[in-house]
Every structure is written in C-alpha cells, then in structure tokens.
C-alpha cells in the first residue's frame, strides 16, 4: 500500500513538469511581443512594460497554482 501512495506524488509531480509547459511558453510569448513592440516603437516602453509585467505575473499565477495543487493532491 505504501508504494502504491509514492507513486501517486509521483505522478502528481510528473503532471505538473507537463503543466508548466503552457506557462513557460506563455511567458515566452509575452516577452517576445514585449521585445517586438518595443523595437518598433522605443516611445511606448513604458506602457508595454506594464502590460508585459501583468502578463508575466498572470501566467506565473497558473504555474504557482499548479504546484499547489500538485503537493496537495
């Protein structure tokens, strides 16, 4: 019965490396728009950093949340 258990938190935390892939590509995705949208236009800095810094802490939301539930499941 005990192994049947370690493998359960195993799997719970096979799941969550697979679920912090979309965060990881969505931060990726935010920063490359960032970068773009700045090259293109310098002017607009400091509007796109605070939509980019949003974005960032959104996506990062579901990656903490995924963990949280993955230690408690």
Known sequence: MTGNIENLG????IGYGLAAIGPGIGIGLIFAAYING???QPE??????????????LAEALAIIGIGLAFVL
């Open 10 to 13: 195993n799997l719970n935390m």
């Open 38 to 40: 700045v090259a293109r």
């Open 44 to 57: 607009a800095r400091g509007v796109l950093q605070g939509i980019a810094i949003l974005g960032f802490a």
